[in-house]
């Protein structure tokens, strides 16, 4: 749902800045948390977003992106308590958080356009619509061309607006990526599909609860993914990703909600898109473009997750283009990558790890599922997720967590329990 600001934003270029210090490019969380930051530290900024269109999402943050991006606790949506891994045979382990804290459920339909009223409240002025082109010239600022989508008010026309730098956070395909870098130059990516449905009046405990997420390991929903049903409140996101061509992601989306027992349920909307699994190389042109968020790769493999990344990538890309601004060294663009993978880079490298062994056959899914039990896994995998980091604390517990690893890739499926 579109907020009232939004959808009336100003049409009028006429008291704009003839050249802004930097346009945003995406009004996601990425985009939105960088136009906010540096608005607020009195940079002219232009956000640009065509505000018509719901990202996928199943929509989980660690509880800290409140306190850390200080996130008002009405966005939430659900929050969840545990998490249930379901093997393609149908064993299920319950992964419960326990006091440790809890995954916070948004709704991208409204978290979104909250994220893009807190910039504008800032000072970012804003346009709905899309980028069309840029045109650079050796000594200039940028040049944009910018149109009007069907979400803008009335009047808002075509405009061309100049910008010292650009910031690119308008998603996995790109069009500051397509427009200012190599075509070469793009993430791997997977396509996600779900359907946000109403949550039943009493829906059935032994299929879904509204305090836990599913996620669901099996070839046939997903050869080379997996499926989700997560708890929204009123609503739930059931769906599915994959990178194999010809997987009928749809099928795979109802197969989801027959076994949640929510195929009766209404249908609120349907949602699909591409969803990058690996961080690009390269992340600036070296000059006066930077991209960040889902256009530079920033979801985590295996799990999927991005919001947390997208939001931290967002503070990080406006310090460097604030520094870039007030020094004229256009090489602050580069620390962006290099001090967010110093951060995440070890998550990311052994979550794709995780996806490349144990997401590669039914075999392997089951044998996943099976570690998942075991009470060190929970524990470790927990305080990695809800931290951010991988934690160093109790050396035994990973060493007892490698070896058990070790022990479900040697023995053979038929002779586990």
Excluded at 348 to 353: A, D, E, M, N, P
């Amino acid at each position: 749902m579109q907020t009232d600001s939004e959808t009336t934003a100003a049409a009028s270029t006429a008291h704009w800045p003839a050249i802004f210090d930097v346009a945003v490019i995406g009004g996601g969380p990425s985009g939105a948390i960088a136009a906010e930051w540096l608005a607020a530290r009195g940079r002219t900024v232009l956000l640009v977003d065509p505000g018509d269109r719901i990202k996928p999402c199943g929509g989980a943050i660690p509880c800290r992106t409140l306190e850390d991006f200080a996130i008002t606790p009405d966005m939430l949506v659900a929050r969840a308590h545990a998490a249930r891994i379901i093997a393609p045979s149908g064993k299920a382990v319950e992964m419960r958080i326990g006091t440790a804290g809890y995954v916070g459920m948004v709704d991208r339909a409204s978290f979104d356009p909250y994220l893009r009223d807190r910039a504008a409240a800032a000072g970012a002025l804003r346009y709905t619509g899309r980028l069309e082109a840029i045109t650079e010239r050796a000594g200039e600022p940028l040049a944009l061309t910018l149109s009007p989508s069907r979400k803008a008010a009335p009047g808002c026309g075509p405009a061309e607006v100049k910008a010292r730098l650009v910031i690119g956070a308008d998603g996995a395909n790109s069009a500051v990526r397509r427009l200012m870098f190599s075509p070469a130059d793009k993430p791997r990516y997977v396509f996600a599909y779900h359907e946000i449905i109403e949550t039943p009046a009493v829906p059935d405990p032994t299929t879904f609860k509204a305090d836990r997420c599913d996620v669901i390991y099996d070839g046939r929903i997903s050869p080379d993914f997996y499926g989700w049903v997560f708890p929204h409140g009123g609503q739930v996101s059931v769906g599915c990703g994959s990178g194999i061509k010809g997987h009928d992601l749809r099928r795979a989306t109802g197969a989801l909600r027959e076994a949640a027992g929510l195929d009766t349920a209404r249908t609120i909307r349907r949602e699909g898109a591409p969803l990058p699994l690996k961080p690009m190389g390269r992340w600036d042109n070296g000059r006066n473009v930077l991209l960040i968020g889902d256009a530079a790769g920033t979801v985590a493999p295996s799990s999927g997750e991005g919001i947390y990344y997208a939001l931290q990538g967002g503070l990080l890309a406006a310090e460097a283009v604030d520094d870039c601004l007030r020094t004229g060294r256009t090489a602050a663009l580069k620390t962006v990558r290099k001090r967010f993978m110093k951060a995440h880079g070890r998550v990311f490298l052994i979550l794709g790890i995780l996806q490349a062994v144990w997401y590669r056959s039914d075999r392997m899914r089951e044998k996943f599922v099976t570690m998942c039990a075991d009470p060190d896994v929970q524990r470790l995998t927990w305080e990695s997720y809800l931290e951010k980091r991988i934690t160093r604390r109790d050396p035994l517990a990973h060493l007892r967590v490698f070896l058990r690893d070790l022990k479900q890739l040697l023995t053979p499926a038929a002779r586990q329990k």
